[in-house]
């Protein structure tokens, strides 16, 4: 976080819509607090959306009753963790650049997202729970 705040956030949320709101208005408003730059809050945001929803649809496909825990900690990089309990993921291991050399117009819908991710990291380190999957990436907090 930054200088004004060392705690860390830790969300336990349902993995739902409700969820992701939920968690969207806790990291908005710790950012906050914290004197967060506007930049970096829309990075973070951007990115736990993402990774958020993926895990949603395509970690537990929409199962009912699932969870994703997060937590927010750092100051420069703000280390931004995800843990679940889907099946193994590792995002780094996904290769979008076949999708991405193609034109605009050519180019599936969605499958996007974990090249944002990581675009938006500084480093990224996943770990396979068995059974689950620990994300963490480093933001940068600085312009």
């Given at each position: 976080?930054?200088?004004?705040?060392?705690?860390?956030?830790?969300?336990?949320?349902?993995?739902?819509?409700?969820?992701?709101?939920?968690?969207?208005?806790?990291?908005?408003?710790?950012?906050?607090?914290?004197?967060?730059?506007?930049?970096?809050?829309?990075?973070?945001?951007?990115?736990?959306?993402?990774?958020?929803?993926?895990?949603?649809?395509?970690?537990?496909?929409?199962?009912?009753?699932?969870?994703?825990?997060?937590?927010?900690?750092?100051?420069?990089?703000?280390?931004?963790?995800?843990?679940?309990?889907?099946?193994?993921?590792?995002?780094?291991?996904?290769?979008?650049?076949?999708?991405?050399?193609?034109?605009?117009?050519?180019?599936?819908?969605?499958?996007?997202?974990?090249?944002?991710?990581?675009?938006?990291?500084?480093?990224?380190?996943?770990q396979d729970l068995a059974p689950?999957?620990?994300?963490?990436?480093?933001?940068?907090?600085?312009?």
């Amino acid at each position: 976080m930054p200088a004004s705040s060392d705690h860390a956030l830790e969300l336990d949320l349902p993995a739902s819509l409700e969820g992701l709101r939920t968690g969207l208005t806790a990291l908005e408003r710790h950012c906050n607090d914290g004197g967060l730059p506007r930049a970096a809050l829309a990075r973070t945001l951007t990115v736990f959306e993402e990774i958020f929803t993926n895990t949603v649809k395509h970690g537990y496909r929409g199962q009912d009753g699932r969870r994703i825990r997060a937590s927010l900690a750092g100051r420069d990089p703000l280390r931004l963790t995800f843990e679940d309990s889907a099946p193994p993921f590792d995002p780094k291991s996904w290769d979008s650049s076949a999708d991405l050399a193609r034109g605009l117009t050519d180019r599936p819908v969605g499958r996007h997202g974990i090249a944002l991710v990581m675009g938006l990291s500084r480093h990224a380190q996943w770990q396979d729970l068995a059974p689950g999957n620990r994300l963490t990436l480093e933001l940068a907090a600085s312009p």
